[in-house]
């Protein structure tokens, strides 16, 4: 009996042995990790001098900045050297003073007519596709130059760590993002937890076990005893208990609701929607490689509501001579030879509800294709850029400022506008957020 005792309370100590050497080898793996995210030459490090590149700038400025740039800037800028469709702006606040910076975002076409050496050079040097208007503060604009100014300091901080040094390791996470960082202390968590509880039913099963061996070794045992001893479990009855079906129906519902609500929040949104076309068409080749504007194939982007989409005998101006015998070009050819359209598959594809004017946006208002349609020229297979949503309309409404060039007919508008409020001449101005000017 002593000797049944002994062994399972020792038996008994084993799991809980084994779980604390699994919560301290987690534990130093998080130190460590920490250690390596925390401690001196690490990602915190590039902070400070961030700060200092900003002009000073706390993290509430640089975090307004980031927020502005990513939602108003970044389908036309990399903060790096990357050129997406206007330059990368890597050190763009040495290589420009903060007074110009503010006059160029402001209004670029008044500077570049004004003969500005830089901003004629810029708008020369890219095609001469003219940056939009911002109507945004100087106080704004400062945030936003403090954060392109943040995050130029970062890599060269990281560059300038001794090689083979403490920070080498810790420039090795540089740019990992806070999501990120989180994410990996999530998955540490949860794989403690599933440990634990596995340990938690191991150990369960051992003091089962030893209950059992005690009970059989005892000779006297009484009818209760007994038939505890020989019982077994019914997994029938666990799935007939109302407890059990209520939690796995709660469980069950929960699931479907979630699912559910994702599939509703996320209909009619394509954004990163790329098909298959019936003919392996590259814009990265035909608008980048060779600059064809798209006007020469979309024919009526600047005159119709409606951007068209190229007739085969557009591609044969071209691939009457070019490039016959690509089996490519050959599809064109039989769709000619047959006389059927080439079945393109659309990829930007507004509801009926809604109501969009091309050649408005294009034409009117000046907005370059690459706004809605990112960097197409990089494509080499179309997808959808933008969300194409109300809300990301109505942003776009709320910030461009109408363009009222040349029009004499919003000369008093824009009069009156500037007298009655602070703020810019935007397209919300004009009634541009009213249901009736989509919905109609």
Known sequence: MISCKKRAKYTFLLPFLFIFFVLSSAFAQGTQEMGVEGTAGVTPAPAAPAAGAGGGADAGVIDNGMTLFKNNCVQCHSVGTDVVVGPGLHDVHKRRSE?????WIKNPSALIQSGDKDAVA???EYSKQQMPAFAFSDEELKSIIAYIASESATPAEVSAAPSGGPDTEAGQNVGTDAVGNVGGTVDLLL????????????TLLIIASVLKNYLKSKGDLTGAEQEMLERRTNFANIYKSKAVRIIVGLIFVVVLVDISIDKVM???IQQGYAPRQPIAFSHKLHAGDHQINCNYCHTSVYKSASANIPSANICMNCHSQIKKESPEIQKIYRAIENNKPIEWVRVHNLPDLAYFNHSQHTKVGGVECQTC???IETMEVVAQYSPLTMGWCIDCHRNTPLNTEGNAYYDNLVKLHEKQSKGAFVVASQGGTECSKCHY
């Open 99 to 103: 007074a110009w910076l503010i006059k």
């Open 122 to 124: 810029i708008f020369n």
């Open 191 to 202: 794989i403690v937890l599933v440990v634990v509880l596995i340990v938690l039913v191991i």
């Open 266 to 268: 996320g209909v009619g």
């Open 373 to 375: 349609h990112g960097p």
